[in-house]
């Protein structure tokens, strides 16, 4: 079959060529803003009188014919064709004849085309992506209402360290993920450039109009350097980068999801709609989503490593190695969203165990720290011999089978005379909790504060 660049050719192309060198199975993803560049192309060329009104209307008429070929499954991709601008722009050829169809490429070169195509995509994708942190993180910020009181250990080492609430625990992943809205946030406002009328590399001699494209097609302004424009790959590396964050952060919290559903810890329940079974065990509720999702986060790294290396000494311009760019971003565009939505879905449905995450808090003595910082400030005792002193008091709870929160004044008078009542309130779990009160703490005045911050984000940040 005859190439639309066969003209200098005298030999047709090898079959494993045609194969090896076609993008056509993967980047026909591309093709609702393959057609709507082409459309806003069309509409500058005739501003620009570089086509007639009634050459554009065709064009026009051509690409939405396809566009709807193409929803409807009617359209047929050829391996032949290479690739989704070439495919395209033959069917248009087809459809409104080869005079007025292959007047569309003027001034345009499928290196600008993909550019812009690629990054249409990757900016929709970013404010999809966007949406559903923020669903994730009202989802957080609804668990951290609920739960003000609902004491749990708060961890260092894996080990049970001091009490925190749930709520100040899911306002730490809301506080992540909001870094994360702000990052996909960030790489949309800078790379809001059209590239489009960059051309092969040079720009071109006719008279066009890259500022019209350019808000046709919703970007801020065109690029500032043709050069530049075709051989930028930033906007994707950035997607991947902000999903490899994000991924970072999830499977962090899936961690403990796992965790905390084992029967170690059975801290939560995952709801049955999300939980799977064994084929062999039946007793078994394994939670495979939470398992799945930081799982996943390998394949998300791993895209982005990819096209960091294949990026790397690249010389400019576009060079084929280029053609690689997309199938890792697919992927992790894609495994983002579903990941997302999935867990969001799962964290609404899941319970949590108030009466087994207050025994823990009983595991570990978890509010020693408050017992010294209680010698220190009420009976002017030296931090490091307070740290002694509560280390025996601890141990002479250990020997009593007792957490430190469930000692008598009697035992902790035993050790240290000067101790009094006050340091049984001290001792107290949810008055531990309650103590810190610094900014960004664990009092319900400080985590209030947290949860009010999170509303008005949420409230600010609407897409
Ligand atoms: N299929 C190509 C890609 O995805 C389109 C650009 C081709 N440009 C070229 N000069 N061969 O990179």
Redesign the pocket.
Known sequence: MEKMWQGRFNESSSKLLEEFN???SF?KELFEYDIKGSIAHAKMLANQQILTNDEKEKIVFGLNQILGEIREDKFEFKIED????MAIEKRLSEIIGKEIGGKLHTAR???D??AVD?KMYVMDKNLEISNLILNLISTLNSIAKNNLDTLMPGFTHLQHAQPVSLAFHMLAYANMFKRDFYRFKDSFERNSFSPLGSA?LAGTPHNIDRFFTANELNFKSPTSNALDSVSNRDFALEILFNISVLFMHTSRLCEELILWSSSEFKFIEISDKFSTGSSIMPQKKNPDVAELIRGKTGRVYGNLISLLTTMKALPLA?N?D??E??EGVFDSVKTAISSLIILNEMLKTTKFNKDNLLKACKMGHLSATDLADYLVKEKNIPFRQAHFITGKCVSLAESKGLDLSEISLDDLKSIDKSIDEKALDVLNLQNSKEARKSYGGTANESVRKQIVEIDEFLKNSQI
């Open positions: 076609a993008s056509i980047d290479e690739d989704i601008h070169s499928r290196n085309q993909v690629f092969a576009y084929k280029m053609q760019d997309k």
